[in-house]
């Protein structure tokens, strides 16, 4: 009897401790896969924004914070995990030059101790091309003279 609670104990002491590693793991690799699902999420949302009939007439990259904003929150949304609850926030998104600066809160579901872990992930991104010069046509953009929504027509 006392061998098979010593096996019994062994078992019992086994499962937890696969548990244990289990949830320790998947917190860690969890972090790391945000922060990598963020900053892919943040350049394909950028590409996806670039306003090309702007491109097209002055030469400078510029992207549309709507659509940036769209693109973002549509495409994380796909690649996020449900074991997690998410908080984005924009802190900076400039058009010109392209700019964003991104803060992903996530916080899990279950709770150790009656408290949630939670981890933060930030990303500052600048979207940069080869530029061509177009001087004529770049000032009169800036200066408002220009009216770009009809390069397409």
Known sequence: MSKAMTVVGIILLAIITFGVVNIV?????GNELDYYLLRET???AMTDAVDVGYYRLSGLLRID???FVESFVRRFSQNVSNSRTYD???YD???TPPKVSILVNSETL???GGEN?????RVDAILESNYYSNTYVTKETRSGKLDYSDVDK
């Not at 872990?117 to 992930?121: E, L």
Request: hydrophobic share 30%; aromatic share 12%; no cysteine.
């Open 88 to 90: 984005i926030k924009f």
């Open 110 to 112: 279950t709770s150790v």
């Open 93 to 95: 998104i400039n058009e």
């Open 117 to 121: 872990v939670s981890f933060s992930n």
């Open 25 to 29: 793991s998947n917190y860690q690799t």
């Open 65 to 67: 914070k709507e659509k």
């Open 42 to 44: 943040t350049e394909a």
